[in-house]
């Protein structure tokens, strides 16, 4: 008797009850398309950099946390802001009461940043920066420190995030206007290319569309859909693409699906090199698509948290399996509040037991060849390319999330697996199936109210001590900028490094571009 069970990705890709045959794959790993990974050895040259994602309180606090991370044997370091820095407030500012230090760190102005990498050689370390909207400001401040560090300008590497496209269609940290936001991104790129050449200049972020519900499909379509939107506007800026793409990179999200996970990742690969020739770029560097990933902040469950500990292996596998440059790792507890020490410790090794005890690192691509895997990263690739037809017949990106389009899909996801974990068809493990009453987790971080209280007091003393009268110059031929067709980042700079604030430097932009 035939078994006619029709099973689905969360994509709603019908997974065929046995797999038989796959077209071959002809490319090597390091090679165009780059389906097989971007280095010829992968991780038997190098692993991929481990990145745990960290910043809550004040500045001191994470900068505890750094040095702990760091003696634990994480690799790289990945900054988590708060969200008046994120939208651009000072924490005395009427709009940031009550969420001063919640959600990442509090940095007011390039004094913080000091304090944040107090001990720190910013030429020895890479970091990444979880910013959109600032992403200006927070850079420029790194860029600051720097210098004040003595660093050669020419070597300091990280990522910012700078990615306002998905802020307007999944996770709502913007501050202006598309078009201008646009125009101070493409000014990072252009600054960068000249000033800080090893600086990746965006991380186009799948991640925070995939946490406000899509599909995998969804996310590997709309993420490469506004990287089509970026690679257009800094070639009507009059870019070379052969020198700025190199500097893109992007941020996935692995969810739990596992070969559903890693085929997204290949496929990603070749069909960033294709958008990417297809635009002019015959530099393969400038093909490659490079990327973070982070395990599924949305897929933890408050509910037997512990559970979140297998989740998060099984995902981290997934990117390594898929590929991915560098990888953060969740910590168990996150359902219920920032990850405690312990969490953030256990989510490390996770990362290190798949490196150096499982074996999957000792050959590139271990499941290509696959039926099932190949197959799936075809049929990934065909049905995120009808998404990206479609955006395109729209005229891009940017006017598709001006219309709607990528928020509804999105909402209509997200709607749809709701519907299913409430039905029951979807098990979520201790939350509709196998639970039990006491959960048994009571240890939580928690930030107190007083963070606002210590940065106003801070702001107080720093505007007592500044050269008032050059932070108010500064500000004005930002402003004369901002009007103009300069680049940006100079004006931004000089600000920055007379200790103007980050809200101020934010506001002087809001006079002239508005608010969204």
């Known amino acids: 008797m035939m078994n006619d069970k029709k099973i689905t990705t969360t994509s709603g890709i019908e997974i065929k009850e046995l797999y038989t045959w796959a077209k071959p794959v002809l490319d090597a790993p390091g090679e165009f398309p780059f389906t097989r990974g971007i280095q010829k050895d992968m991780y038997r040259g190098r692993l991929w950099t481990m990145r745990q994602y960290a910043g809550f309180s004040t500045a001191e606090e994470s900068n505890k946390r750094y040095h702990y991370l760091l003696k634990q044997g994480t690799t790289g370091l990945s900054v988590a802001f708060d969200l008046p820095t994120q939208i651009g407030y000072d924490s005395d500012h009427n709009m940031s009461e009550g969420e001063v230090g919640k959600v990442g760190v509090a940095i007011d102005s390039l004094k913080d940043m000091e304090m944040l990498f107090d001990g720190i050689s910013l030429e020895k370390v890479t970091t990444s920066m979880t910013i959109n909207a600032t992403a200006s400001i927070l850079l420029a401040m790194y860029i600051a420190l720097a210098k004040k560090q003595g660093a050669d300008l020419k070597k300091i590497s990280g990522t910012i995030q700078n990615d306002i496209l998905k802020e307007y269609a999944a996770r709502g940290t913007y501050i202006y206007p598309p078009k201008p936001s646009m125009r101070i991104i493409t000014d990072i790129f252009e600054y960068c290319s000249k000033e800080v050449p090893k600086w990746n200049t965006i991380s186009i972020s799948g991640y925070h569309i995939r946490e406000a519900g899509s599909t995998a499909v969804q996310e590997l379509a709309f993420t490469l859909a506004n990287g089509?939107?970026?690679?257009?506007?800094?070639?009507?800026?009059?870019?070379?693409?052969?020198?700025?793409?190199?500097?893109?990179?992007?941020?996935?999200?692995?969810?739990?699906?596992?070969?559903?996970?890693?085929?997204?990742?290949?496929?990603?690969?070749?069909?960033?090199?294709?958008?990417?020739?297809?635009?002019?770029?015959?530099?393969?560097?400038?093909?490659?698509?490079?990327?973070?990933?982070?395990?599924?902040?949305?897929?933890?469950?408050?509910?037997?948290?512990?559970?979140?500990?297998?989740?998060?292996?099984?995902?981290?596998?997934?990117?390594?399996?898929?590929?991915?440059?560098?990888?953060?790792?969740?910590?168990?507890?996150?359902?219920?509040?920032?990850?405690?020490?312990?969490?953030?410790?256990?989510?490390?090794?996770?990362?290190?037991?798949?490196?150096?005890?499982?074996?999957?690192?000792?050959?590139?691509?271990?499941?290509?060849?696959?039926?099932?895997?190949?197959?799936?990263?075809?049929?990934?690739?065909?049905?995120?390319?009808?998404?990206?037809?479609?955006?395109?017949?729209?005229?891009?990106?940017?006017?598709?999330?001006?219309?709607?389009?990528?928020?509804?899909?999105?909402?209509?996801?997200?709607?749809?697996?709701?519907?299913?974990?409430?039905?029951?068809?979807?098990?979520?493990?201790?939350?509709?199936?196998?639970?039990?009453?006491?959960?048994?987790?009571?240890?939580?971080?928690?930030?107190?109210?007083?963070?606002?209280?210590?940065?106003?007091?801070?702001?107080?003393?720093?505007?007592?001590?500044?050269?008032?009268?050059?932070?108010?110059?500064?500000?004005?031929?930002?402003?004369?900028?901002?009007?103009?067709?300069?680049?940006?980042?100079?004006?931004?700079?000089?600000?920055?490094?007379?200790?103007?604030?980050?809200?101020?430097?934010?506001?002087?932009?809001?006079?002239?571009?508005?608010?969204?």
């Open 228 to 516: 089509k939107a970026y690679l257009q506007a800094a070639l009507d800026k009059g870019l070379d693409i052969n020198i700025f793409a190199k500097r893109l990179s992007f941020f996935f999200n692995c969810h739990n699906n596992f070969f559903e996970e890693i085929a997204k990742f290949r496929a990603a690969r070749r069909m960033w090199a294709n958008i990417t020739k297809s635009m002019g770029a015959k530099d393969p560097k400038a093909q490659m698509l490079r990327f973070h990933t982070q395990t599924g902040g949305s897929t933890l469950t408050a509910q037997q948290p512990l559970n979140n500990v297998v989740r998060v292996t099984n995902q981290a596998m997934a990117a390594v399996l898929g590929g991915t440059q560098s990888l953060h790792t969740n910590g168990f507890d996150e359902a219920l509040s920032l990850p405690t020490e312990a969490a953030a410790k256990i989510a490390l090794r996770t990362q290190q037991i798949i490196a150096f005890e499982s074996g999957v690192t000792d050959t590139v691509d271990p499941l290509a060849g696959s039926y099932f895997v190949e197959n799936l990263t075809d049929e990934i690739e065909a049905a995120a390319q009808l998404y990206i037809d479609k955006i395109d017949a729209m005229g891009g990106s940017v006017t598709a999330i001006e219309n709607g389009y990528i928020q509804n899909e999105i909402a209509k996801a997200a709607y749809d697996y709701q519907v299913e974990v409430e039905a029951g068809s979807r098990i979520i493990v201790g939350v509709n199936q196998f639970t039990q009453e006491k959960e048994g987790i009571t240890d939580v971080m928690k930030i107190d109210e007083s963070i606002r209280i210590i940065q106003t007091e801070k702001l107080d003393a720093l505007k007592s001590e500044r050269d008032n009268e050059a932070v108010a110059e500064a500000l004005t031929q930002l402003k004369i900028a901002a009007e103009g067709t300069d680049n940006l980042m100079p004006f931004i700079l000089t600000a920055v490094e007379a200790y103007a604030t980050l809200g101020e430097i934010a506001d002087t932009l809001r006079y002239v571009y508005g608010e969204y």
